[in-house]
């Protein structure tokens, strides 16, 4: 049998920079950077976009960067209204995609890049002939300075062109509209998560079995995250696993031991990084529909996450969170530098806060005088 050196792990699709690209090519440089300054004006603030572009002049050459020409591999510059890192040396893919992740989608001239999807455009000026191979994905066609396809275009793309868009290079309202159809097509799906793989030391039984609301709360939670996603799943230690084996219940087993909560985080996305991730804690007996709708709808794609403030409303509360997928590598970072704590990254990052429309929903049942305390208080509700 086959030896298999590699782990078999889920991976990204990430494309050339990210997981959501878009390519424009086909026309000169100029019109190219034209429309993508018309669609960033256009989708920002509500999208946050990186752009990537090649420099032809080479004004910036590293001869010209003080620092760069003194033998430094790299320049920070505090622009004060903006930042910037000079590198003097070449970056592949593994190395520039992380500069992106913060970023909700990138726009690219397919003149010099490649990306995962492309708009085409078909310009006298500037034939694709020669580059059909960076045609993988067209989603848009669009037509300057003529008003038809040529015959190589329409037999490369011939299986897609019954239901490919093609619009005028002039029409920037349609584009703008397509684009922002387009990006909303790339939103992450949504998944459901239950902690509930922790040791409940202080509580001294699984909290995950303590019934507030007729059944063991780890249960009523489940059914709680099954109002947003068909695909909810527990977070569960190995004997847990164990336990529930057989269940209609679907677990992610932990996989990033003796982390606590950001364990089961990472197990999760782990297994689906391509998901955004609904997490709360098996431990809120308070936690209510109302709250959870909330928080779904104010989900900003853009941000890393979306967080309630904590019951101090100082903090981001990172039992109760919508992780979107860039959160995987900004988790494990986080990690690698010697943080477990998931509130630390929810507080160094780009985050969406939102406030709980009843804070005692954020209590945690950790020891059995608040237990009790809040078995009284759900009794009389």
């Known amino acids: 049998m086959k030896h298999d050196k590699h782990a078999k792990l889920a991976r990204t699709r990430p494309g050339t920079f990210h997981r959501t690209e878009l390519a424009i090519l086909g026309t000169p440089c100029g019109r190219i950077k034209a429309l993508a300054y018309a669609l960033m004006q256009a989708l920002t603030p509500q999208t946050r976009l990186a752009y990537v572009d090649a420099d032809h002049k080479g004004e910036d050459a590293p001869e010209n960067q003080p620092a760069l020409a003194a033998g430094a591999a790299m320049a920070f510059t505090d ?11 070449p970056l592949n893919e593994f190395q520039w995609r992380p500069f992106f992740q913060d970023y909700e989608a990138v726009l690219v001239n397919g003149n010099h890049f490649t990306a995962n999807c492309q708009i085409a455009v078909v310009d006298p000026a500037k034939p694709q002939e020669k580059k059909l191979d960076r045609l993988t994905d067209v989603r848009l066609l669009l037509l300057k300075d003529t008003e038809q396809l040529p015959d190589y275009l329409q037999l490369h793309l011939a299986d897609r062109l019954p239901d490919l868009p093609i619009y005028r290079f002039e029409e920037t309202d349609r584009i703008i509209a397509f684009v922002r159809s387009f990006l909303a097509e790339r939103l992450a799906p949504l998944r459901g998560l239950v902690l509930s793989g922790g040791q409940s030391t202080r509580m001294g039984t699984d909290k995950g079995q303590l019934a507030y609301h007729g059944r063991p709360q780890r249960e009523h939670a489940y059914e709680l995250l099954s109002r947003y996603t068909d695909l909810v799943y527990l977070s569960v230690n190995a004997a847990q696993a164990a336990e529930l084996s057989g269940t209609s219940y679907r677990l992610i087993e932990d996989t990033f031991l003796g982390l606590g909560p950001l364990g089961g985080i990472l197990s ?21 529909e109302r709250s959870l709708d909330i928080l779904v709808a104010g989900r900003d794609s853009g941000k890393m996450a979306t967080a309630f403030y904590d019951s101090d409303h100082r903090f981001p509360e990172p039992l109760v969170t919508l992780w979107e997928p860039r959160a995987y590598p900004i988790l494990l970072q986080f990690l690698s530098m010697g943080y477990s704590c998931p509130r ?12 709980i429309p009843d804070v005692s929903e954020l209590t945690n049942a950790n020891d059995p005088q608040t237990r009790e305390a809040l078995q009284r208080l759900l009794t009389q509700r």
């Open 268 to 288: 999760a996305f782990r297994q689906d990084p391509e998901a955004a991730w609904l997490v709360v804690a098996c431990d809120l007996p308070l936690l209510s």
């Open 344 to 355: 630390k990254a929810l507080i160094n990052s780009d985050v969406a806060l939102l406030d």
């Open 79 to 89: 622009k004060i209204s903006f930042k910037r890192f000079d590198l003097n040396r």
